[in-house]
């Protein structure tokens, strides 16, 4: 479905650093915090050990804990719920658009109580939160924003890059992103004081540049290594061109598709997709899994895009979720929903034999 490229340049960069001796948070860490912050037009910029443990962070430097609540939509990776769980915090799930897989905008304000302390919209899939109507509430109640951003690297709304809207937003450096270190997270903010204390945060409770250290917190090891750093440094270079080549290969999908039992997904005008996933939604669960199995059986191999957090286990016990009757869009996307092969290094070829493929399926009603 997807396989992260790395070019003989990333590589040189990797090994470059495994011959310097500077192994960990050094000065290629500081190198790819800075490109990040120019290139994204952000003030502050910190490097940890992935994108959970960047969003986990975020919440501690936000001050939410036991019994606060933070809205989330029910639609997503199941980080963005696990995180808010991790800090004794409640997850208000809201349903979301089915067109877009973004939470309903419109459903938010209900939402919110004398409890929320910070809401999460996710830009699933690398298109981003209708962020105005998000950014009102977040000022009218004076509740801070976490951009859950993991996929959405270089995807834009109404001009603005992603993760320049909320007091925070975090990228996901995982390899089924659009740029990969393995293992990776970027956090950005415009505020020097809660940047300072996620760096504090992600290295044991340690103030930064403390000489002897103090230790002012008990902190997390949430560091990057410096060649993981340097390999998306690197890769950089080339998110443009990632972003242009993955739009050409998606417009593919959008000519050839049959369009009777697959609704393609919608993008808004003043969207620029960053296509992390390419998810479509089949007519029902029958026919989703009786299309995976078939592709399946042609070597392709597809996958859900993402869960219903409220239907998994851990949260459908805890707090009793109906999840068809109280988030019936969410519900829909996972049963129904099926991500289909799309990264850097597909090639036309495999984007018209797969639409060949689900064109000539067969189904019975
Ligand atoms: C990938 C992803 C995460 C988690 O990122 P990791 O780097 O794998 O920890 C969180 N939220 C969303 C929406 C994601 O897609």
């Not at 300072?196 to 290295?203: F, H, S």
Request: proline share 4%; hydrophobic share 40%; net charge negative.
């Amino acid at each position: 479905m997807s396989k992260p490229y790395l070019d003989e340049e990333d590589i040189s960069a990797v090994v470059d650093v495994l011959k310097s001796g500077n192994l960990v948070q050094g000065s290629k860490v500081l190198e790819l915090e800075t490109k990040i912050k120019d290139r994204f037009g952000v003030t502050q910029c910190s490097a940890v050990s992935n994108g959970t443990a960047s969003l986990h962070l975020a919440l501690l430097a936000l001050g939410v804990g036991k019994d606060d609540e933070v809205i989330v939509p029910a639609f997503s990776y199941i980080a963005t719920a696990n995180v808010v769980e991790l800090v004794g915090a409640i997850p208000v799930f809201v349903d979301i658009d089915l067109a877009t897989f973004n939470i309903d905008v419109s459903k938010v304000e209900q939402r919110i109580t004398p409890k929320t302390k910070c809401i999460m919209p996710v830009h699933e899939f690398g298109l981003c939160v209708d962020m105005d109507p998000i950014l009102e509430l977040s000022k009218k109640y004076n509740i801070p924003i976490i951009e859950d951003a993991a996929c959405a690297v270089g995807a834009k709304y109404k001009g603005n890059y992603s993760g320049t809207f909320g007091e925070f937003a975090s990228f996901s450096l995982h390899p089924r992103k659009s740029i990969t270190s393995g293992e990776g997270g970027i956090l950005v903010s415009n505020s020097i004081e809660l940047d300072y204390k996620i760096k504090t945060l992600r290295n044991h409770g340690i103030e930064p540049n403390s000489i002897p250290m103090k230790f002012v917190e008990a902190g997390f090891n949430y560091r990057l290594t410096d060649f993981q750093a340097a390999m998306v440094s690197s890769q950089m270079r080339r998110l443009e061109a990632i972003l242009t080549r993955k739009a050409e290969l998606v417009k593919i999908y959008y000519n050839l598709l049959r369009k009777d039992i697959i609704t393609l997904p919608f993008v808004p005008i003043g969207s620029e997709h960053s296509w992390q996933t390419f998810h479509v939604v089949l007519s029902n669960h029958a026919i989703r899994n009786a299309l995976q199995e078939y592709l399946k059986k042609n070597q392709v191999f597809v996958n859900y895009g993402a869960q219903c957090i409220p239907e998994m286990d851990f949260y459908k016990n805890k707090y009793h979720f109906d999840s068809q009757q109280d988030f019936p869009n969410a519900y829909k996307a996972y049963s129904c929903g099926l991500a289909l092969p799309l990264c850097e290094t597909t090639t036309e070829d495999e984007i018209n034999f797969v639409c060949e493929l689900i064109n000539k399926f067969q189904y019975a009603e």
